[in-house]
């Protein structure tokens, strides 16, 4: 049976959440399936299962309004494959962001087509998915301990980067976007730390 690679990466929850849900609706419909997060193996290791697959899914987050760097190195380690029309594999890109389908976030997947039909691989489809929203109403108590803290540290990591910004050398516009974002950072770290106190003994 003909296999299909699900190769994803995540910051944090959502976009692994969302990888699950394509596995699983492809098992149920008969679809052989291998997912491999890409933190979670050697760029070595996913480009042998991409040359033994015969379709792709690529997922990820969108990372200020592009691909992470991680998938970039990824697809340009892929083995270029045959050029004959009919030997070329097929490839869905799906990008995941709060904002859906919107420019800013569907030009981070520009970059990533390009390398895949240099490759030599036929991209089929480019979607956008609204994380959370779009994954059927999450609420925190479906996250475990280990996801909630994964989160949070990811979560922390970037509040700490947002901080270090000099605001002075930030242009108006910039210097808004970045105070509220700093201020949503911290509401979602205090209600993941206050779950977090519930779930301890």
């Not at 997947?109 to 691989?121: E, F, H, I, P, Q």
Request: glycine letters at 6%; one cysteine or more.
């Amino acid at each position: 049976m003909e296999k299909m690679l699900i190769a994803y990466y995540t910051g944090s929850v959502s976009t692994g959440l969302v990888a699950q849900e394509v596995r699983d609706q492809l098992i149920a419909r008969g679809v052989s399936v291998e997912m491999h997060r890409l933190t979670d193996a050697t760029k070595e290791d996913l480009r042998s299962m991409a040359e033994a697959c015969h379709d792709l899914i690529l997922i990820y987050a969108v990372h200020a309004f592009n691909a992470p760097s991680l998938v970039y190195e990824w697809l340009s380690a892929l083995v270029e494959q045959p050029a004959v029309a009919g030997l070329r594999k097929k490839a869905m890109i799906i990008s995941v962001s709060g904002g859906g389908e919107m420019l800013s976030n569907t030009a981070c997947r520009v970059t990533a087509k390009r390398l895949l039909v240099k490759k030599g691989t036929k991209e089929l489809v480019r979607k956008a998915l609204r994380s959370l929203k779009g994954t059927g109403g999450l609420k925190m108590t479906d996250f475990t301990a280990e996801e909630l803290s994964e989160a949070h540290q990811a979560l922390l990591s970037t509040l700490h980067k947002c901080e270090k910004m000099d605001l002075a050398k930030l242009g108006k516009s910039q210097q808004t976007l970045l105070v509220r974002r700093i201020a949503a950072l911290k509401v979602a770290l205090a209600l993941i730390e206050k779950e977090q106190g519930q779930l301890r003994p």
